[in-house]
């Protein structure tokens, strides 16, 4: 029955995943006995918990892999993703410093853009003004004074464009031309007190002396010797008449009270032992942490205060260094800025120089070539008569012409070669620029990271300052509170360690003399005649038969208050049964 509703049970909890028919076949089969064999609805039932079973199998399977599919994917997307992400920071840190290096580049170009703009306007405005007017004068003058006029204004046309103001200028600031006026400038950190109750020296009284009973004579002896407060209680007592029953209860009180007074005494000088040990161990480690702590605050005082290696002094240094880093790349900018406005300056008035060298050497070269060859065509054209003597073709300064050519065309080449010098001279210029920057931009990048782990450490340091200071605070205040202390229970202490000895020596003398004066006191006739006395009264009605005879039997049944026989017949043997 057991197994059957453990079924029915499983079957209920599975039919919300079957379908309708499924739902009626296991319904019907639940609603049918339970009788253990096999039947037919039971084998369906079964076979369709068989196709849950596979089919949540296939699909826990089918979920796992899924899971370890995508669990894959996962990671490789975040591996993926990881890796651009390191592959952009470090972009951005590339393109970060290559923004930093070319802000200067920027700048230059600006400056270059600007003065080849000028240029461009300065250039387009003389080509315009620039109007050769140079006419060819194409008729012969058969006269000399016209041959002579037209040399001399060929001459005179040459010299012009040499001697003018602009090519004074421009060959001015030629080295091929002068002695040059262009120079390249490279630069560079609550103990509480316990009080202890200490019997102070007890002050003693003068005994009287003469006592007659034995008591009251060793009673004097023993305080003739060690002065007691308790015993000259007792003899006072002794001497004031009273009872021995009284005396001898005012003794038993006093030994009690004597060695109560003997235990705190111990507990006294335990209790001073145990504090003052461990509060100069507590003491010891106090001053030791003290040592400690003020070493450390020297040392990190000097890691942060050191006028020559300390953290702020680097940290300074560093500052320095920084603005030292920022003050020559602002001035290597500014003077390659100016070399280069001064180059390109120079380039201009080289270019300007070959450009008027060019045209006066033009100029000169047709106007003799014009020459030789009218001298040729005279020569063929002379007719007879013979012309007279002081009469001669004219050559003019054709012999020199050649001369002034040759040295405007050497004067042009040396002006292409300061050129060209000049060219290199600044493309050599500009890669030590380049370099000298990028050296300074490295620089600039250590020294601020430097100053970020000074600033850090600093920061740390003087954290650890603080905290070493409330520390240190902390240790000379709790060494402060047990010297203290130490010195509030040194006068008991020291009272108690002292004394403790003669005390117990004193307790154990007084003690002896109680207990002797016990001893005889109850020697004492009178004590025996009292304490017989108070003994037949105890018998009470019985006393006539027990002071006779005690122990007999009479005296017992009469205390028994039962009759003599009665008594006998329980204790058998007894005197006067």
């Known amino acids: 029955m057991a197994l059957g509703s453990d079924v029915k049970n499983a079957l209920s909890a599975a039919s919300i995943f079957l ?23 039971s084998g369906q039932v079964v076979g369709i918990l068989k196709d849950m079973k596979s089919t949540f199998s296939s699909n826990l399977e089918e979920a796992i892999a899924t899971e370890k599919k995508d669990k894959e994917f996962h990671d490789a997307f975040m591996q993926t993703k990881k890796e651009a992400y390191t592959a952009m920071e470090g972009t951005y840190k590339e393109k970060q410093e290559s923004l930093s290096a070319n802000d200067g ?21 003389f080509l315009t003004k620039l109007t050769d007017t140079c006419a060819k004068k194409a008729k012969d003058y058969e006269d000399r004074n016209l041959l002579r006029a037209n040399e001399v204004a060929a001459i005179s046309q040459a010299i012009s464009i040499l001697n003018s103001d602009s090519a004074f200028e421009t060959f001015g600031t030629v080295s091929a031309t002068s002695t040059g006026k262009t120079n390249l400038i490279a630069k560079t950190t609550e103990v509480k007190v316990h009080k202890v109750k200490v019997h102070k020296a007890v002050s003693f009284l003068q005994l009287r002396r003469g ?108 500052e320095a260094s920084l603005v ?60 007879e008569p013979t012309p007279p003597s002081t009469w001669e073709t004219y050559k003019g300064q054709s012999s020199k012409g050649g ?19 000049a ?14 920057m990028t050296e300074l931009k490295n620089e600039q990048s250590k020294l601020q990271e430097a100053l970020v782990k000074l600033n850090q450490d600093l920061a740390t340091a003087e954290k650890d300052l603080v905290t070493k200071g409330e520390d240190l605070k902390g240790a000379k205040d709790s060494q402060a509170k047990i010297e203290n202390y130490l010195l509030n229970i040194k006068p008991g202490c020291d009272f108690i360690t002292t004394n403790f000895d003669l005390r ?74």
């Not at 270059?112 to 250039?123: F, G």
């Not at 005396?247 to 504090?275: A, H, P």
């Not at 070539?369 to 063929?380: A, T």
């Open 211 to 318: 006592q007659s009973t034995a008591v009251q004579r060793e009673l004097t002896r023993v305080l003739s010797v060690e002065r007691s407060s308790r015993l000259m209680r007792v003899l006072a007592t002794v001497e004031a008449g009273n009872p021995f029953t009284k005396v001898l209860v005012e003794i038993e009180k006093m030994k009690v009270l004597n060695e109560e007074e003997g235990k705190q005494d111990k507990k006294n000088l335990d209790w001073c032992t145990g504090e003052t040990d461990e509060n100069d161990k507590n003491l010891k480690s106090r001053k030791e942490d003290i040592l400690s702590l003020t070493g450390a605050i020297d040392k990190l005082t000097a890691t942060v205060k050191d006028p020559m290696k300390g953290l702020t002094a680097q940290i300074k240094g560093t």
């Open 504 to 577: 117990e020596k004193n307790r154990k003398t007084e003690t002896d003399a109680l207990e002797k004066a016990v001893t005889l006191i109850k020697e004492t006739v009178a004590y025996k005649a009292a304490a017989q006395n108070t003994k037949e009264e105890s018998f009470g009605k019985c006393r006539s038969l027990c002071v006779k005879d005690e122990p007999g039997a009479k005296c017992q049944a009469c205390l028994a208050k039962v009759t003599v026989p009665a008594y006998c017949a329980g204790h058998k043997g007894t005197s006067g049964c």
């Open 324 to 383: 030292q880093n920022y003050d020559a790349q602002g001035s290597e900018t500014k003077q390659r800025t100016e070399e280069n406005v001064a180059y390109q300056a120079d380039v201009r008035n080289l270019v300007d120089a070959d450009d008027l060298l060019s045209k006066a050497i033009v100029v000169l070269t047709k106007y003799y070539e014009e020459l030789e060859k009218r001298m040729q065509g005279e020569s063929f054209a002379q007719e």
């Open 423 to 436: 060219h290199a001279d600044e493309e050599k210029a500009q890669a030590g620029y380049e370099d000298s």
């Open 403 to 421: 001369d002034a050519i040759t040295m405007l065309k050497f004067i042009q080449g040396e002006a292409r070669k300061e050129e060209m010098q």
């Open 105 to 125: 580049g920027l700048s230059s170009k600006k400056t270059q853009l600007q003065v080849a703009t000028k240029d461009k306007a300065e250039a387009e405005e």
């Open 19 to 41: 379908s309708a028919e499924q739902k009626q076949q296991v319904g019907s089969f639940l609603q049918a006995p339970f009788t253990g064999t096999y039947s037919a609805q």
